[in-house]
């Protein structure tokens, strides 16, 4: 199947420095190839503020207009949100399928989502942004067919009328709400049994997934693509002080992700906020590593997680060339390829938590077996002893300040 051919317009307002507007259209230019289009050019224009009517100025859409047909363009796509009018009068002047930053990234959702949660989700934003902007999508849907910024809904649901979206956006709604309540009360089990949690966050393809992967010895998706998870998997690991707890890979943060995207996924999102600790991951060898890092420590604000203990992971670091200043504390600097990196990254899981947590040292006999089990469990063991004069068990270790076990250690 030969890949859609992209021409990428984007305007530079006096607002952005240089760096940070290169770095949105890099982004575009990588997602468009994860959504399986190839970008033919890409065409900037510097202006104090974007058009109204047409997103870019009368000029810049001659000029769109010759290069279309040199090129045999498919899809013309924005790097900001259009509005309905900017998208209707695009396609009229165009007369080619008109889409931008958010749908793209919607779109990109609807190919990754694999649960029941994920897709409708996802369909949920796609309707919700959709929405307002039938107006101008109707022609140019039922014109030019399918594609990139066509998935997920379809087009037949988008071209009926506002009644039948609306029913349909009540109707997932329901549905999210009954699996957002049967992954509350997971949590709650969870939180119950006093199972620690840790999420892995980070910006889209910093190597989240691989470090994953190395660490909990499965098999989730690995590509060098962006978003390539967007459900959240959770498995076992184990601490060097064979401590168990449970581990999560989130989907990855972008910058300026579509608002219905945010508020959509938000019960996605909220494994990382009933999280105990944050492995934030950040590629070490982006050059807009720092834009990244504050992106997703901004989104963890907003989400109600900068509270949470975190270690930074500076990942890729087989990739980086010259001296390396990290920004944020604790941190390690990895491979996630690398075997005796991740070691190192469970014992510095270790430490973080030991420092946070109590220390505790307790005789037990050998008839509190459901106890000992209990301590195994849920707390750090750094010494066991049986002490045969006493009939009992020494044990030390270290026990979260809030963890129900603490009254039997007094």
Known sequence: MSKEKILIIAVKQKTQNDDQFQSTLEELISLSKTAGGTVEKVMTQNRNRIHPATYIGEGKVHEMLAVMEETEIDLVLSNDELSAGQLRNLTDLLGVRIIDRSQLILDIFAMRARTKEGKLQVELAQLEYMLPRLHGQGVAMSRLGGGIGTRGPGETKLETDRRHINK????IKRRLKLVVNQRTQYRKRRKNN??????????????????????????????DLLFATLDPLTRKVRLPSGFELLMTDTVGFLQELPTALIASFRSTLEEVVESDFLLHVVDASHPNRVEQQDTVNHLLEELGAEHLPMLTLYNKKDMVSGDFIPDNHPYLFISAYNQNDNEQVLQKVEDMLKEQWQHYSVELKPDQGSLINKLIQETIITRKLFEEEKNSYLIQGYIRKDHALNHYLQ
């Open 194 to 223: 006093a199972i620690l949690q840790i999420a892995i966050v980070g910006y889209t393809n910093a190597g989240k997934s691989t470090l994953f992967n190395r660490l909990t010895m499965s098999n989730s998706l690995e590509e």
């Open 168 to 171: 349909r956006i009540d109707d």
